[in-house]
T-cell receptor, first 115, second 111 residues
Framework: GAVVSQHPSRVICKSGTSVKIECRSLDFQATTMFWYRQFPKQSLMLMAT?????????EQGVEKDKFLINHASLTLSTLTVTSAHPEDSSFYIC???????????FGQGTRLTVV | DAKTTQPPSMDCAEGRAANLPCNHSTISGNEYVYWYRQIHSQGPQYIIHGLKNNETNEMASLIITEDRKSSTLILPHATLRDTAVYYC????????????FGKGTLLTVNP
């Protein structure tokens, strides 16, 4: 099946710094990708829709200036957490529609810890 | 997107069938029912989906009621590796594959 790869799988950063997370579709092209955030023992919360060649669409309550999304090619979307704070520590997951019409595939997730 | 309701947790003995229910009474006529699962600290894994008819694949079976207000995911012979949080969700066939997730059911398969 289609593969979506995230990098890094884990990252620890200091407060105030920025962290970039990459999401790649390895064997298919994705004009749209989705970014989710998951806090411990909670469900996945959709943050934004990444659109290749245009601006991302953010869900209500998600700060677009803090969570910068770039979808520069048909196989790569990046999420940059700017000026990270400890409350941004979370599990970030991306997904992309696969080759078949009805499936979405998820990356393995990135565990971000801000200290 | 349909609002879904699932029990927060369930237990199942290894080798037995696990039947996970989901209520999606607000599902619209063109929304598919999807099931995903998430093993701890991993991304969600697609299991199965359906619109009206029951479906079966190598992982599971999906039973959708005639009124489409609920469905049941069946793992016919649960193993310890099936321990995970199981999510059901709805998605319109015409949408851009955006999925929203409820709280899911934590299935624990016991030896």
């Amino acid at each position: 099946g289609a593969v979506v790869s995230q990098h890094p799988s884990r990252v620890i950063c200091k407060s105030g710094t920025s962290v970039k997370i990459e999401c790649r579709s390895l064997d298919f092209q994705a004009t749209t990708m989705f970014w989710y955030r998951q806090f411990p023992k909670q469900s996945l919360m959709l943050m934004a829709t990444s659109n290749e060649g245009s601006k991302a669409t953010y869900e209500q309550g998600v700060e677009k200036d803090k969570f910068l999304i770039n979808h520069a090619s048909l196989t790569l979307s990046t999420l940059t957490v700017t000026s990270a704070h400890p409350e941004d520590s979370s599990f970030y997951i991306c997904s992309a529609p696969g080759g078949r019409v009805t499936e979405a595939f998820f990356g393995q997730g990135t565990r971000l810890t801000v200290v | 997107d349909a609002k879904t309701t699932q029990p927060p947790s369930m237990d199942c003995a290894e080798g037995r069938a696990a039947n996970l229910p989901c209520n999606h009474s607000t599902i619209s006529g063109n929304e598919y029912v999807y099931w995903y699962r998430q093993i701890h600290s991993q991304g969600p894994q697609y299991i199965i989906h359906g619109l009206k008819n029951n479906e079966t694949n190598e992982m599971a079976s999906l039973i959708i009621t005639e009124d489409r207000k609920s469905s049941t995911l069946i793992l016919p012979h649960a193993t310890l590796r099936d321990t995970a949080v199981y999510y059901c969700t709805g998605r319109s066939g015409g949408s851009n594959y955006k999925l929203t997730f409820g709280k899911g059911t934590l299935l624990t398969v016991n030896p």
